[in-house]
């Protein structure tokens, strides 16, 4: 637990102001990892100020990547011309801290044939296994080899293109697949990959760098093996989880939020349940406003899934606004088996969240009949009173500090810290929105 780690909050009021998104924390890693495959240097743009992008700054470095960030103008400069083996120290210290490390297998072992993977964190929602990843990398023909801190890989000669279907469109292990296979000798298809937009713009970052990749509209993707990229110049798209945060603490607030950097085509779907609660939204040129228009929301039934689904990071913050909607209200989620652990807090602080383990939706779920529970239903309007928390990971703690903006009195929210991997300077944006806090 760091100095600054708790929060005290003094609720009750509504959010209102202006506030800035830059780059997608699940592209802008990604993105820097596919500087690790170019020739010569790539320059990444609207890159936020954010511990997920130290920690990959770190590891590229740990792997003889020259790394230049300018946190302010956002910019990141990658030149993988002395790129080498790690000391396992240095990649070891970053176990637990991030998935993003399992992306490196491909690119490290095409340039330097061998690749160690420390075990991984990222936020503590459900069995986050990574058979996919194992499984393609071996079709890519490396040899994999579990140690006690993570995992060694081996490419005895060049990775070659493979054939692969996915039995879940997972986010990771499309991308893996599409960082290993530009440069595999021969075509790779995968079928039933993932489609989210930060995947597609990665995709036009291998592009960019020389890639030949094609998407069907059944999820295929046909990737072409070329022998060499080059870097790439690129902005980075907005981070449309943050926007989608900031929507709900409107809602949930009373609020009016204008999110600048947020784009309505990467919300589509988030704008249309934001709209049928009863939320209201502007989209303009250079942002979104949310607000809440006054008088009673509608409760609303929503299922998480792929894209272009409703994301399952979008499903917390709106979870809070839905305890303040008239009705019951039905959340299937079908991504991770155990991301409802934030409704306990919820409760605490006067909402009605009642789990199930059953599907609550017609949406095919790999969970049902698993004894998770998977499925919530808020009866709501609920007022919100202030308690103490301990927030679990990264988009539920964020929604428990909005309840705590939302809720009367002075509540105090610990491990904030867990914010700081995906929100930029979200303590900032607090104080320009007016909310009342003191970080202890
Ligand atoms: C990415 O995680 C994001 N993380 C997650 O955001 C996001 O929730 C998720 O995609 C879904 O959109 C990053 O981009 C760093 P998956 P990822 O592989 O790639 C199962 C946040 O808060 N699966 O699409 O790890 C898995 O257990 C984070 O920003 C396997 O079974 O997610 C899950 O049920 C949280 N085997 C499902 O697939 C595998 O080998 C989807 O996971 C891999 C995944």
């Avoid at 609020?255 to 939204?281: E, H, S």
């Amino acid at each position: 637990m760091g100095v600054h780690d708790v929060l005290e909050i003094e609720g009750g009021r509504p959010l209102k102001g202006e506030i800035k998104v830059r780059g997608a924390k699940n592209f802008v890693s990604k993105a820097m990892v596919a500087a690790l495959l170019g020739g010569g240097e790539s320059v990444l743009r609207n890159v936020p100020q954010i511990r997920d992008v130290e920690i990959v700054a770190d590891l590229l470095r740990a792997h003889g990547v020259a790394v230049d960030w300018d946190p302010v103008e956002g910019i990141v400069k990658m030149d993988p011309s002395g790129v080498g083996a790690a000391k396992s120290a240095d990649i070891i210290t970053h176990a637990g801290s991030s998935r993003v490390p399992i992306l490196f297998c491909g690119p490290l072992l095409h340039r330097i044939g061998e690749a160690f993977i420390p075990d991984l964190g990222g936020c503590n929602i459900g069995g986050r296994p990574i058979d996919y990843h194992l499984e393609a990398m071996r079709l890519f023909g490396a040899e994999v080899h579990k140690e006690p801190d993570g995992v060694r890989l081996r490419a005895p000669r060049r990775l070659q293109g493979m054939q692969m279907e996915l039995a879940y469109p997972s986010v990771g292990a499309t991308e893996q697949l599409l960082l290993t296979a530009v440069l595999a000798e021969g075509v790779t298809e995968l079928r039933g990959g993932a489609t989210e937009p930060e995947i597609l713009d990665l995709v036009a970052v291998l592009q960019q760098m020389g890639a030949i990749i094609s998407l069907e509209t059944d999820r295929t993707y046909r990737i072409e093996g070329v022998d060499s990229l080059r870097g790439y110049h690129h902005m980075a798209l907005p981070d449309r989880i943050e926007a989608a945060s900031w929507a709900g603490a409107a809602l949930a607030t009373g609020g009016d939020i204008t999110v600048l950097g947020a784009r309505q085509l990467d919300l589509t779907t988030y704008l249309n349940y934001f709209r049928k609660v009863g939320g209201r939204f502007d989209v303009t040129d250079h942002g979104i406003r949310f607000w809440h228009p006054g008088g009673p929301l509608k409760a609303i039934a929503v299922e998480t899934g792929v894209h272009p689904g409703f994301m399952t990071d979008w499903q917390q913050p709106f979870v809070v606004a839905l305890t303040q909607a008239t009705g019951l209200s039905i959340i299937h989620e079908t991504v991770y088996e155990q991301r409802f652990g934030f409704t306990k807090a919820l409760n605490r602080m006067g909402a009605q969240i009642q789990l199930y383990r059953e599907c609550l939706g017609g949406q095919k779920c790999r969970f049902g009949r698993r004894n998770y529970e998977h499925s919530a239903v808020v009866s709501g309007p609920t007022p919100l009173h202030a308690a103490d928390i301990r927030v679990p990971d990264l988009r539920g703690g964020f929604s428990h500090l909005i309840a705590a903006m939302a809720a009367k009195g002075k509540s105090s929210v610990a491990g904030i810290d867990l914010i700081d991997r995906g929100y930029e300077h979200f303590a900032e944006k607090l104080e320009a929105l007016g909310a009342g806090f003191k970080r202890l």
